[in-house]
Each structure stands twice: as C-alpha cells, then as structure tokens.
C-alpha cells in the first residue's frame, strides 16, 4: 500500500520539480529586470530633448512662481529631463545647470552639442564622411556648435550642422548617451 501510495505521488513531485527546472524560463531574466525608470509623463528618465524656443526661462522650482535662473536664447539646444513634476520638467544643460522648464518649451526633436568641454581651446571636431576613424573630413566644427541628430549606430552619430551634414564620433557629441542608438 505505502508503495502504490509513492508512485501515486510519484507524478506530483515530477510535475513539481519540472516546474521549478522550468521557471526560469518564464521569471523574467536580469537584462529584464533592468527596466528603464519612467516618469508619471511615461517617458523614460533621464532622457535628452531640445528647447524649442528662442526664449526659455529655467527657474528654481516647478512653477511660474519660482525665481528665473537662467534665460535660454538657443532654440534647439539640447537638455537632459532628469526629472518630472506635472507639466515641468527638471532638465541639466551640457555646462551641468540644473533647473525647471515647462513642458510646452520642449521638443523631443534630438539634437547635440559638438563636445563643449573643448570649447575655448585652440581645437575643432571632425565631421567625417563616413563612420570611419580615417574617412574624409567633410568639415571641421567648432566645440559647442549645435546639431540636428539624424541616427546613432552606438559609436557613431549621423549629425547635421548649418549645411553641413556627416558622421561624429559619439563619444563627440552632447546630447546622445554613449552606446544608445537612435533610428533615422
């Protein structure tokens, strides 16, 4: 009787053990685990925008009542959302200000900085013709300059200044996180 009992349970205890061998397929694996923080917006945090005006006010706080700190005069430049409160968003320019703009002031339109932190020495960026270390210089831009971003492979950046459109090296850019892609 034990003995009928055991191969009874038997299919049970299979059953039980398979599941556990199995549930690893089914948990959700690290690289799922590590979801990207999203704002009450939905939009993934931190993130990258642009100004969309000519004139944007960051201020101190999330609210029109909030002293001005800085007043933006270039459409276009780009900033990084760090953080969101509803309509305003915490953003850190390339000099790493940190402030809150309204919502309305910014585009999800990507562009890029040619590497600020070489601004004010004696140097340039390349932009190249292709996503090569030795393609041909299609010109030389001055760090700071402002680009329209068009798609990143992860290493390279295809990057728009004035007339100007050609290759840089991401690590070059502003405004793109290293590794990130961008699809045209």
Same mark, same amino acid.
């Given at each position: 009787?034990?003995?009928?009992a ?8 299979v059953?039980?053990l398979?599941?556990?061998?199995a549930l690893?397929?089914?948990?959700p694996?690290?690289?799922? %685990? ?7 917006s939905?939009?993934?945090l ?6 969309k005006?000519?004139r944007?006010?960051?201020?101190v706080?999330?609210?029109? =009542? ?10 276009g430049l ?16 390339? =000099? ?9 002031l910014?585009?999800g ?5 040619a %590497? ?12 190249? %013709?292709?996503p ?7 010109a030389e831009?001055?760090?700071g300059?402002i680009?329209?971003?068009h ?5 390279w950046?295809?990057?728009?200044f ?7 090296k991401?690590t ?5 996180y290293?590794?990130?892609t961008?699809?045209d």
């Amino acid at each position: 009787m034990p003995r009928l009992a055991l191969c009874r349970g038997l299919p049970i205890l299979v059953l039980a053990l398979m599941a556990i061998v199995a549930l690893p397929s089914i948990l959700p694996s690290e690289a799922d %685990a590590q979801t990207v923080e999203r704002g009450p917006s939905g939009l993934p945090l931190p993130r990258f925008v642009s100004l969309k005006s000519g004139r944007v006010n960051m201020r101190v706080g999330p609210g029109t =009542d909030y002293a001005v700190e800085w007043l933006y005069l270039k459409p276009g430049l780009p900033v990084e959302v760090i953080q969101e409160y509803d309509n305003w968003r915490r953003v850190r320019d390339a =000099d790493g200000a940190e402030g809150w703009i309204n919502q309305a002031l910014l585009s999800g339109r990507r562009t890029g900085v040619a %590497a600020p932190w070489f601004e004010g020495k004696q140097t340039t960026v390349p932009l190249r %013709a292709n996503p090569e270390e030795d393609a041909r210089h299609v010109a030389e831009v001055e760090p700071g300059a402002i680009g329209d971003v068009h798609m990143c492979n992860g290493e390279w950046c295809r990057i728009s200044f004035a007339s100007h459109e050609g290759w840089m090296k991401q690590t070059l850019v502003w405004g793109v996180y290293p590794g990130e892609t961008i699809e045209d």
